[in-house]
Every structure is written in structure tokens, then in C-alpha cells.
């Protein structure tokens, strides 16, 4: 597929989902359903805002994609892969939509995320089954380990999104930086329809940040941030399982190093002072840095941090070797936990719940 296409396509799927995500927005407010309220515990949001744009980006995708296919006289030649990923994100929605609406425990949100990922394992045959050369004594084999450390990096890095999802436009941000960056890299996104997701995440973005006026707002919810995790760590494992994708896993890592990060930090920190994981805080690390900076500057801060880590990915994976990646996403590891405990030290006012 040609850029000027793949232009063409991020267009059509914006586009989409602009209609699509302002049609919702309208109708959860007359309806009153799937309506986030704030509060003064965590939630400070101004208004009363529609979780429905997962709903969107989802509607969205499987509209713009069956444009592509219809453009491109392929129906009936979609890519297995890309069919069942669509077909699975169905359900995961729709269950997650019932946790935006009514709060599941945290066991059955785990259970579904486990089996919506072996969905994909089973009727794919695509999962982790080799992590390269990531310490320097030769490629590292699953071999019977294979299928539980994927589904342990899949509903860790779902969580991740779901966790990291505090600040207008951060997490669909995040999935969209992290799937060019995969996609672009490895190559996947000239072959397959990850450009739809992307436009349809864009999309999104513009309520999401209230580019239309304050009062057109919509959030992701649960939801829309556990299918965007999703998407995005298995877009992650196809590139770098696939032969055809010149992508290493220690790559992708640095693709998504921020959520993974955060996530792994935050379950440390509650373990060791006594707090529930699956409970609701504000001790991540956009909460951090918003009492240093506006909500807009720590949006664009991270962001931008992100667009730095993954160059750095893409240039350690082209001039050194794989374990040179590992050892230095190491050190960036123990930079940033040492960053992210200054900001805490610094804001001891900080609440969690």
C-alpha cells in the first residue's frame, strides 16, 4: 500500500468516526446511559461526560473497514488475523461497556481479558514464541511457556492503557504513537488495516479533547481503553512474531514504555504500602505531574517523552545489537522509577484511594 493510500484511508476512517463518536455523544446525553459523572474524589471532570468512545472507535473501524475491503475488491480475503482481532473486540467491548455501567470486580474483568486473548491464540495461532536475543547469550525460546506469557503481556499491557488513563487524550495518544510506531517500523501498517484504527482514534480525539466546544466531550471509559490496550499489544507480538516484519520484542517494549512503566511502578507502590492494585488513585504518573503543571502540559509533556523513547527504540534496534536495547531500556527503567519517586517526594499531599 502506497502513503498517498494509506493518507486516503486515515482520512475516510477520521472522518467515520467523527460522524460516528458525535451521533453517540447525542444520543448517551438524551438518554441518559453510559454517562461518566465527576466527582470529588478522583473524577474532576466539570461535566457530565459520555463513556462511549470506545463505541465509536469501534463502529468506526469495522465501517471504515469494510469501505477498505469493498475499494479494494477483497472481500472474502481479509487477513485472518485482522478478522478475529475485529471479531473478539466485539464482546470485549460489550463487556466492558457493562463494567463502565455498572463496576465488575476486578476477577471477572481479569477472566474476560484471559479469555478474549486465547480467542486470538486459538483461532490465530499467533503468540510470543520467541523474545530474541535480549541479554546476549543467544535468542530466548518460550517454548511451553509460550501461551502464558503472552496472555500475561497482553492483560498486563490492557491494564496498562486502562491504568494510564487519566488526562483527556492520553491514552488513545499513547495507543496512537506506540501503532505508528509499530506499524511504520516493522512495516505492518502498509499490509494490513491499522491505519483504520489509527483515523478512528483520531477521530475520537478531537471530542475527546473538546475540539468541537467544551460540552462535546466523550471519554474512552474501561471499555474504550482495554480495546485500545488490546489492539495495540497484539499488533505489538504480530510484528514481532511474523517473519515477514522486521520488528524484535525488546523494540516493541520501547514502544509502549510509558503505560508498561507506570503500571509495573504503581503495583510495586501499592503492594508495598498495603493498597489494593485494582483499586482507583491518582498516584500515576500524569497525577504526579499535574501538580507541577496544567493537565494540557502534562498531556503534552508525556506525549512527547513517548515520541522521544520510541526514536530512541527505532535507533538502538538499527546500529547496536538486541541485548545493547535491553540493557539500555534498563537503565531508562531505573531513570525513570527515580524520576517518578521525585515527583512523589515532592507532592506529598498526593491522595490515594
Not at 472507535?57 to 487477513?79: T, V
Not at 505492518?188 to 467544551?214: H, T
Amino acid at each position: 500500500m502506497e502513503l498517498s493510500i494509506i493518507i486516503d484511508y486515515l482520512i475516510i476512517s477520521t472522518i467515520a468516526s467523527i460522524a460516528i463518536n458525535s451521533v453517540l455523544l447525542q444520543y448517551a446525553k438524551q438518554k441518559k446511559l453510559l454517562i461518566d459523572i465527576p466527582d470529588k474524589n478522583r473524577k474532576f471532570h466539570r461535566r457530565a461526560t459520555p463513556v462511549t468512545g470506545g463505541i465509536g472507535i469501534l463502529f468506526a473501524l469495522l465501517l471504515s473497514g469494510k469501505l477498505y475491503l469493498d475499494l479494494n475488491n477483497l472481500n472474502g480475503y481479509m487477513p485472518n488475523f485482522s478478522f478475529h482481532l475485529m471479531i473478539i473486540s466485539i464482546p470485549l467491548l460489550i463487556f466492558f461497556l457493562i463494567d463502565d455501567h455498572r463496576g465488575l470486580k476486578a476477577i471477572y474483568r481479569l477472566s474476560f481479558q484471559i479469555l478474549a486473548s486465547l480467542y486470538v491464540i486459538y483461532t490465530t495461532d499467533i503468540y510470543l514464541l520467541n523474545l530474541g536475543d535480549l541479554f546476549g547469550f543467544g535468542n530466548i525460546n518460550l517454548g511451553k511457556f509460550a501461551i502464558p506469557i503472552t496472555l500475561f503481556c497482553v492483560v498486563g499491557l490492557m491494564n496498562a492503557f486502562n491504568m494510564i488513563d487519566g488526562i483527556n487524550g492520553l491514552c488513545a495518544g499513547f495507543a496512537m504513537l506506540s501503532l505508528l510506531f509499530i506499524g511504520f517500523y516493522s512495516g505492518l501498517i502498509y499490509d494490513s488495516m491499522l491505519i483504520l484504527i489509527i483515523g478512528a482514534m483520531v477521530g475520537f480525539l478531537i471530542f475527546n479533547l473538546r475540539l468541537f466546544g467544551k460540552k462535546r466531550g466523550v471519554f474512552l471509559g474501561d471499555s474504550g481503553s482495554n480495546m485500545i490496550g488490546f489492539w495495540v499489544a497484539w499488533s505489538a507480538i504480530y510484528a514481532s512474531q511474523i517473519q515477514n516484519y522486521d520488528a524484535s520484542p525488546i523494540t516493541m517494549i520501547w514502544f509502549v514504555a510509558i503505560p508498561l512503566l507506570d503500571c509495573i511502578g504503581l503495583i510495586i507502590s501499592r503492594i508495598y504500602r498495603g493498597v489494593s492494585i485494582a483499586s482507583p488513585g491518582r498516584d500515576h504518573i500524569q497525577h504526579k505531574l499535574m501538580n507541577k503543571f496544567s493537565a494540557e502540559g502534562s498531556l503534552g509533556f508525556i506525549l512527547l517523552v513517548s515520541l522521544i523513547i520510541g526514536l530512541i527504540g527505532i535507533y538502538l534496534d538499527d546500529k547496536f545489537s538486541t541485548y545493547t536495547s535491553t540493557y539500555v531500556f534498563i537503565i531508562f527503567s531505573v531513570a525513570y522509577y527515580l524520576f517518578a519517586f521525585y515527583f512523589n517526594s515532592e507532592n506529598t499531599d498526593i491522595k490515594n484511594v
